[in-house]
């Protein structure tokens, strides 16, 4: 298992700086954007080789959504998806994390009617996935689909639903991204919908129940983490947290919260 932080500015400007400083801090690994990982391979490869510390996942940086209402944008998605996986593949970074869609549809805010069925919802998505599920295939990478909160996507919402997708199509090569902050809100029980969806996860991001980071909420990192010990994972731990609070300490106060939630749920480190 390796504790990930997702890039911020202040850990420098180089990926030499980058990781050498995330790994001081304590964390393990890195995680990226897609576009940033497209405009800079080849620093990010000698980067990765010279300091020792893994680039473990890419998280967005491409255009459109792969559930998104116009086709023109799905095949947006889909082009600049391949992209990103195809250099995913090269660093050796587990896959990249994309949501149905972000922010294009709520069924719980005005105006509160889908320009599609839910039914239309799910053929879209099929066969978006159906084209990805090739592609990462063909690359030895796997697309990380990522339930999200009613708020911000209609379409997937629980770890159940993307499974359900995953499942009926048969997608090898696309497994599940088990978000915290998403899973507070709409999971019935965090616990039982890991041991659920055991064999898809693949990444996990940490936020805590606020969207802060972890330590500043009122999630149950340790059950949870014993779920996740339960279930044999042992990929990324990746925080995806706005960070508050004074910079020079925020980042190993958190890193060393969570070190100890690990130690609770009796989850060892293992590289
Ligand atoms: C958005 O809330 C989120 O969790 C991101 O990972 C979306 O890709």
Redesign the pocket.
């Given at each position: 298992m390796k504790l990930v932080i997702q890039d911020r500015p202040l850990f420098g400007n180089t990926f030499v700086e980058k990781l050498n400083r995330i790994a001081s801090i304590g964390f393990d690994g890195l995680e990226i954007d897609g576009d940033v990982l497209l405009a800079r391979l080849n620093e990010i490869k000698m980067a990765i080789q010279s300091t020792g510390v893994p680039i473990t996942s890419i998280?967005?940086g491409y255009r459109g959504w792969i559930g998104d209402f116009e086709r023109e944008n799905r095949e947006m998605a889909l082009h600049d998806l391949e992209k990103i996986l195809k250099c995913t593949a090269e660093i050796g970074a587990i896959g990249v994390?994309?949501?149905a869609a972000?922010g294009i549809f709520s069924h719980k805010l005005p105006p509160f009617k889908a320009p599609r069925t839910s039914e239309e919802d799910k053929q879209v998505l099929l066969e978006s996935l159906f084209k990805i599920n090739r592609i990462a295939e063909a690359e030895g990478t796997t697309l990380l689909l990522?339930p999200?909160n009613r708020y911000?996507d209609h379409m997937i919402n629980t770890l159940d639903q993307a499974a359900e997708l995953i499942r009926e199509g048969n997608f090898h090569s696309i497994k599940i991204i088990a978000?915290f902050?998403?899973m507070n809100m709409e999971e019935k029980n965090i616990v039982e919908s890991i041991h659920n969806a055991k064999d898809l996860i693949w990444h996990v991001?940490l936020s805590d129940s606020n969207r802060l980071q972890p330590g500043l909420g009122h999630t149950d990192f340790v059950s949870a983490f014993r779920a996740l010990r339960d279930i044999g994972y042992d990929e990324s731990l990746a925080i995806?947290s706005p960070f508050v609070g004074d910079p020079s300490k925020v980042y190993s106060e958190c890193c060393d919260y969570l070190r100890e939630c690990l130690e609770k749920s009796q989850y060892t480190k293992q590289s």
């Amino acid at each position: 298992m390796k504790l990930v932080i997702q890039d911020r500015p202040l850990f420098g400007n180089t990926f030499v700086e980058k990781l050498n400083r995330i790994a001081s801090i304590g964390f393990d690994g890195l995680e990226i954007d897609g576009d940033v990982l497209l405009a800079r391979l080849n620093e990010i490869k000698m980067a990765i080789q010279s300091t020792g510390v893994p680039i473990t996942s890419i998280c967005g940086g491409y255009r459109g959504w792969i559930g998104d209402f116009e086709r023109e944008n799905r095949e947006m998605a889909l082009h600049d998806l391949e992209k990103i996986l195809k250099c995913t593949a090269e660093i050796g970074a587990i896959g990249v994390v994309a949501p149905a869609a972000f922010g294009i549809f709520s069924h719980k805010l005005p105006p509160f009617k889908a320009p599609r069925t839910s039914e239309e919802d799910k053929q879209v998505l099929l066969e978006s996935l159906f084209k990805i599920n090739r592609i990462a295939e063909a690359e030895g990478t796997t697309l990380l689909l990522e339930p999200l909160n009613r708020y911000e996507d209609h379409m997937i919402n629980t770890l159940d639903q993307a499974a359900e997708l995953i499942r009926e199509g048969n997608f090898h090569s696309i497994k599940i991204i088990a978000d915290f902050f998403h899973m507070n809100m709409e999971e019935k029980n965090i616990v039982e919908s890991i041991h659920n969806a055991k064999d898809l996860i693949w990444h996990v991001h940490l936020s805590d129940s606020n969207r802060l980071q972890p330590g500043l909420g009122h999630t149950d990192f340790v059950s949870a983490f014993r779920a996740l010990r339960d279930i044999g994972y042992d990929e990324s731990l990746a925080i995806d947290s706005p960070f508050v609070g004074d910079p020079s300490k925020v980042y190993s106060e958190c890193c060393d919260y969570l070190r100890e939630c690990l130690e609770k749920s009796q989850y060892t480190k293992q590289s």
